[in-house]
């Protein structure tokens, strides 16, 4: 079974630019997260989508970051613009509901890491 | 305060040694606790799960957690180079988002 993926894997720009980055989840798996991770930190949820639609995006910038699940598969979360404190490791990952319980893990993809300067 | 508080480490134990990993939270409400691994450059994947109060056991991980305490523990037995990682713990009041601690960055010596 492939695993989460998301590309591209590192990237580095200037504040005040955007960037955009893409998750694909395992496939057949309803529900998607964005977390971001500060170096040294754990990771926090950003948003969360159960098919296209928002569940929770309480953590969300909104006025910098935004986040879309088209056809309730691939997602891609975006930044513009950036700061120098959105670096950090930005970690998809996805589950086949969305119930946190033994049988809805959340399986996790490598991350994008992003550094702002 | 933050939620949960865990000790970032970093942990240096020789090979074979018994390893604790301990977190604390502030709220009750929390009743899903889980132990994530995480290794450098990867994403977190889930170690142990344990609903509520109690111990739980699978191989040379033991998840214990003590709800009166608000204390979660993770111990790992005869620890390997392998298990060289970040242990992040995380929990959440339901189906509701998990809410990780910092990490401890643990090493096993050869």
């Known amino acids: 079974e492939a695993g989460v993926a998301q590309s591209p894997r590192y990237k580095i720009i200037e504040k005040r630019q955007s960037v955009a980055f893409w998750c694909n989840p395992i496939?057949?798996?309803?529900?998607l997260y964005w977390y971001q991770q500060i170096l040294g930190q754990g990771p926090k949820l950003l948003i969360q989508f159960q098919n296209n639609g928002v569940v929770d995006d309480s953590q969300l910038p909104k006025d910098r970051f935004s986040a879309e699940r088209l056809k309730g598969v691939d997602s891609t979360l975006k930044i513009q613009p950036a700061k120098l404190e959105d670096s950090a490791v930005y970690l998809c990952?996805?589950?086949?509901?969305?119930?946190?319980?033994?049988?809805?893990?959340?399986?996790f993809g490598p991350g994008t890491r992003l550094l702002v300067l | 305060q933050k939620e949960v508080e865990q000790d970032p480490g970093p942990l240096s134990v020789p090979e074979g040694a018994i390893v604790s990993l301990n977190c604390t939270y502030s709220n009750s409400a929390f009743q899903y606790f889980m132990w994530y691994r995480q290794y450098s450059r990867k994403g977190p994947e889930l170690l142990m799960y344990t609903y509520s109060s109690g111990n739980k056991e699978d191989g040379r991980f033991t998840a214990q957690v003590d709800k009166s305490s608000k204390y979660i523990s993770l111990f790992i037995r005869d620890s390997q180079p392998s298990d060289s990682a970040t242990y992040l713990c995380a929990m959440s009041k339901g189906a509701q988002k998990l809410v990780f601690g910092q990490g401890t960055r643990l090493t096993i010596n050869p």
């Open positions: 990952a996805s589950s086949q509901v969305g119930w946190t319980s033994v049988r809805e893990t959340q399986y």
């Open positions: 496939s057949g798996h309803a529900t």
